[in-house]
């Protein structure tokens, strides 16, 4: 009898565990929870601030003006993004190679730098945007190059050319102008600078950043080709695992394109001139 009775305690003590643990693991995927990505968000909750990383040379997306502080087309977007968020922003200049690898390593929490949105960025980031469509062209001192017809003109020895590091302007260059000599720079300045002393034949990089060192530099004889030669979605690039944020900027993105205040800041950093006063 005694066996009896123990046997039936063992069973009731095995059924009391097996129901508490069901019932903990239950419990337990209802409780919400703490991605990785909610504790981005949260971070920079915690911290009011917002960390952007960005070139500081890519005009007019982003520059340095006569008084040391970032300017540009970006730099007003990230302002704004942050005022809506009700917090600071802080702007991590950072070489352009360096920003995506700079966000994987959480020494910024999303990147506005005119990155154009690619399936091969899209593999490792988010991208939220387009919030400007641009393309490709060429800054040069011959009215040759500044005429072609086909890029393919342009795929020749006797041609060498200038761009960003890790840009898709270094992309294109090695597509379609293999035989040409490549010159990767860390600053479109310096690419400019060697335009002007005649030391490449030209530079590769976005129309208005071309344009912006044609007109800059009126003196100095510099063309740029009349027309883009691709088309560039430039967005926000953000961790793939910030499901918060993401849904936070696109929200905003929507927010500013509908108001017309997006228009008005590409009013005024692309079809207006009278910011390059303030450039160093």
């Keep these: 009898m005694s066996n009896i009775i123990t046997m039936l305690q063992r069973r009731i003590i095995i059924h009391t565990v097996t129901f508490l643990f069901s019932f903990i693991f239950l419990f337990g995927l209802l409780l919400p929870t703490t991605s990785s990505g909610q504790v981005r968000i949260d971070k920079i909750i915690y911290n ?3 960390r ?21 087309f970006e730099i007003d977007l990230g302002k704004r993004l942050a005022s809506g ?7 991590v200049q950072l070489p352009f190679p360096e920003l995506l690898p700079a966000m994987e390593s959480n020494e910024v929490d999303i990147i506005m730098s005119g990155m154009t949105m690619t399936t091969t960025r899209n593999l490792k980031v988010a991208f939220i945007g387009p919030y400007i469509t641009t393309g490709k062209s060429l800054l040069t001192k011959s009215t040759k190059y500044a005429n072609i017809a086909d890029v393919s003109e342009l795929d020749s020895k006797k041609i060498s050319i200038a ?20 010159v990767l720079v860390d600053d479109y300045q310096d690419a400019i600078d060697m335009v002007r002393s005649g030391e490449i034949s030209l530079m590769l990089a976005d129309y208005a950043e071309c344009l912006y060192a044609s007109l800059r530099f009126s003196g100095d004889n510099l063309q740029v080709l009349n027309r883009t030669m691709t088309n560039e979605r430039i967005g926000i690039a953000i961790p793939s695992d910030d499901p918060l944020l993401i849904n936070i900027l696109q929200n905003f993105l929507g927010e500013i ?10 009013s005024k950093w692309f079809h207006s001139g009278s910011w390059m006063l303030e450039v160093k």
């Design 48 to 50: 009011k601030s917002i």
């Design 52 to 72: 952007i990383g960005i070139s500081g040379n890519q005009p007019p997306f982003s520059i340095m003006s006569k008084n040391d502080h970032l300017i540009g």
């Design 85 to 91: 968020m009700g917090i600071q922003v802080e702007f």
């Design 163 to 182: 761009t960003l590091k890790g840009s898709t302007s270094e992309a294109f260059a090695k597509s379609y102008m293999p035989n040409a000599e490549l």
């Design 257 to 266: 394109e509908a108001s017309g205040e997006l228009a008005e800041m590409e």
